[in-house]
């Protein structure tokens, strides 16, 4: 997880289960809401209702939480692009999915709900096209529950370029994902600590 600089105390986190994302945040004394159908949010986390339309036209928050949402969802521009409205001035949006293309898709964890697919290039371009600019993104290998996995990351602001064409670096990024090499297998395998240990 990242960590902010938050000066508003407005924090929200959308799609965010029991709202355990906010834990930290609400250590530091931040006002922390959240977004989900969760009928039981953690003590001192504000549910404002179960979807984006949920929340009041006006409402400004200056940190959003958007954590491996993006790609259950039936339209992540329209996602994002909705979430932006809701940024207060200066405030950013932080995306995090898994990077689950790797070796064409892999559907025996998540058959169902896993619609999206990304890569490093595409994440940080969905952002873009919807206005804002990345400030910062990496992939790095996360646990989510009780396996380790490829995340892609993204932290965005207002200010972005919009719609760019895709360079042949996004084209030739996505088709080592989906080819990739027996060193870079490995090397996956290795960063996950999926190769068996010889001692």
Request: charged residues 20%; contains cysteine.
């Amino acid at each position: 997880m990242v960590h902010f600089d938050v000066v508003d105390d407005d924090i929200v986190d959308f799609g965010g289960g029991n709202g355990k994302l906010l834990v930290h945040f609400l250590e530091k004394g931040h006002l922390c809401h959240l977004i989900d159908y969760t009928l039981k949010p953690l003590p001192g986390i504000n549910k404002v209702g179960d979807t984006l339309d949920d929340i009041p036209s006006d409402q400004k928050y200056h940190v959003i939480l958007c954590s491996h949402v993006l790609e259950h969802v039936a339209n992540p521009s329209q996602t994002v692009r909705e979430l932006r409205t809701h940024l207060e001035p200066g405030g950013v949006i932080y995306g995090e999915v898994p990077l689950d293309i790797w070796g064409g898709i892999d559907i025996s964890h998540d058959p169902v709900t896993h619609i999206n697919f990304f890569t490093h290039y595409s994440f940080e371009e969905l952002f873009r096209r919807q206005g804002l600019r990345v400030l910062k993104s990496k992939v790095f290998a996360a646990t989510y529950g009780r396996r380790r996995l490829d995340v892609v990351m993204v932290v965005a602001q207002e200010g972005g370029q919009g719609t760019v064409p895709m360079p042949s670096s996004g084209v030739h990024q996505t088709t080592r994902l989906l080819n990739p090499t027996l060193l870079m297998r490995l090397y996956r395998l290795w960063r996950l600590r999926r190769l068996p240990t010889l001692w």
